[in-house]
T-cell receptor
């Protein structure tokens, strides 16, 4: 079946790096995504990675994919207070762009 | 470019009442999604439209939930009758198509509270 799991909470100091981890079960997933949700707002796509890639970097964001272990991580360099939000990992399932989301990791950035 | 619009933003009803949510996707987006996000959980897909046809409604509780997208543009999601466990945020999203790189853009959601 399809399932995505994430740790629920992460607290970091401003300026440090944050690493948010995710595991998924569907080995046929072709795309994996990271979304950000701020209070009272919808989800915003941060980045995605295709399953034949190991790493993708986009400014302060680095995505690492270990397909063998079905493990995905999001690293945010130089974390700022504006990065405080809930981060969702999601996998594409099936042929119609259906997304399976994890429960989200709440990132708290403190001075 | 205007984003995905949803209304109302908040709704409070009593159990067994009916409620409807409205979504206007981004112009030109053929695919529209309705997700249910229960507090503390990730969004769960309820129904997906490709133009005005349904491509996935496997997780829609069809005894009480219904959705339509009559002209392939905006959409409504209805709950009748509502139960306490329907309290959640209902998110609408749209994308150009169903390819893996077709980004799903989300609206702000409608927060439903069932008393």
């Amino acid at each position: 079946g399809e399932d995505v799991e994430q740790s629920l909470f992460l607290s970091v100091r401003e300026g440090d790096s944050s690493v948010i981890n995710c595991t998924y079960t569907d080995s046929s997933s072709t795309y994996l995504y990271w979304y950000k949700q701020e209070p009272g707002a919808g989800l915003q796509l941060l980045t995605y990675i295709f399953s034949n890639m190991d790493m993708k970097q986009d400014q302060r964001l680095t995505v690492l994919l270990n397909k063998k272990d079905k493990h995905l991580s999001l690293r945010i360099a130089d974390t700022q207070t504006g990065d405080s939000a809930i981060y969702f990992c999601a996998e594409k399932a099936g042929g119609y762009n259906k997304l399976i989301f994890g429960a989200g990791t709440r990132l708290a950035v403190h001075p | 470019e205007a984003g995905v619009a949803q209304s109302p933003r908040y709704k409070i009803i009593e159990k067994r009442q009916s409620v409807a949510f409205w979504c206007n996707p981004i112009s030109g987006h053929a695919t529209l999604y309705w997700y249910q996000q229960i507090l503390g959980q990730g969004p769960k897909l309820l129904i997906q439209f490709q133009n005005n046809g349904v491509v996935d409604d496997s997780q829609l509780p069809k005894d009480r939930f219904s959705a339509e997208r009559l002209k392939g543009v905006d959409s409504t999601l209805k709950i009748q009758p509502a139960k306490l466990e329907d309290s959640a945020v209902y998110l609408c999203a749209s994308s150009l198509g169903t390819g893996g790189t077709d980004t799903q853009y989300f609206g702000p959601g409608t927060r439903l509270t069932v008393l």
